[in-house]
């Protein structure tokens, strides 16, 4: 039972990374792809990303990986990005290197 729960621990955990970097890089297309004549569609759309991605509740996701983390008996998150940021500076190291 507890290699499902870490299969679905770490499908988890690769969803809710794809949807952050998903709403990234969708606010940096509205912002700077659009066209501007379009403005009253893009504005609003990047408010709602950075209040989702600000936001002080917690995402569903976060639940749901909290959910398997006590099931496992590890140490519960806050929030996504405050808890996989430096794995993300890492990855993001280690491509500029290259």
């Known amino acids: ?9 770490i499908l988890t955990i690769v ?8 709403y990234v890089v969708s606010f940096l297309y509205i912002l700077f792809c659009v ?8 504005v609003p759309i990047c408010g709602y990303i950075v209040n ?3 936001s002080p509740e917690t995402c569903f996701l976060t639940a749901v990986e909290d959910f398997f983390r006590k099931k496992l ?9 405050g808890h996989y940021k430096p794995i993300f500076i890492k990855i993001l190291k280690f491509f500029r290197m290259k």
Do not use: A, R
Not at 35 to 42: A, H, L, R, T
């Open 15 to 22: 969803s809710h990374g794809i949807l952050v970097i998903v």
């Open 35 to 42: 066209e501007w004549k379009y403005w009253f569609f893009g």
């Open 52 to 54: 989702v991605l600000y």
């Open 73 to 81: 008996n590890l140490p519960t998150i806050k929030g996504f990005l």
């Open 1 to 9: 039972m507890k290699f499902i729960y870490w299969l679905l621990l």
